[in-house]
């Protein structure tokens, strides 16, 4: 039974930073590329970021172009740990943030992810 728990989402101020994480657990979590998505509402889910399992293809990552610059994503296998760095943070960033782990790579499409986390809210309000 894999599980992923995410935590770290807030309100925030326009231009502030917040760090999101993703903890994994039931599986071989290295083996595994990890994405966030995001969801506002009454908008659809949307892909924000991917990062591949660190293994000979190395740490490639993936960005949707609405993040790119602002956020970062990484991955620290030996605490079975993704994050989301998130910077310059905009009000449209507002949304339920979701990892997920796939078996196929970083890919954009959620439906190559498998399992999924519940979510964290985060808010950026002035």
């Known amino acids: 039974q894999v599980r992923l728990v995410e935590s770290g989402g807030g309100l925030v101020q326009p231009g502030d930073s917040l760090r999101l994480s993703c903890v994994a657990s039931?599986?071989?979590?290295?083996?595994?590329?990890m994405g966030w998505f995001r969801q506002a509402p009454g908008k659809e889910r949307e892909f924000v970021a991917a990062?591949?399992?660190?293994?000979?293809?190395?740490?490639?990552?993936n960005y949707a172009d609405s993040v790119k610059g602002r956020f970062t994503i990484f991955r620290d296998n030996a605490k079975n740990t993704v994050y989301l760095q998130m910077n310059s943070l905009k009000p449209e960033d507002t949304a339920v943030y979701y990892c997920a782990m796939s078996f196929v790579g970083p890919r954009p499409q959620g439906e190559f992810y498998d399992y999924w986390g519940q979510g964290t809210q985060v808010t950026v309000s002035s």
């Open positions: 990062v591949n399992w660190g293994g000979g293809s190395g740490n490639s990552t």
């Open positions: 039931g599986r071989t979590f290295r083996r595994y590329a």
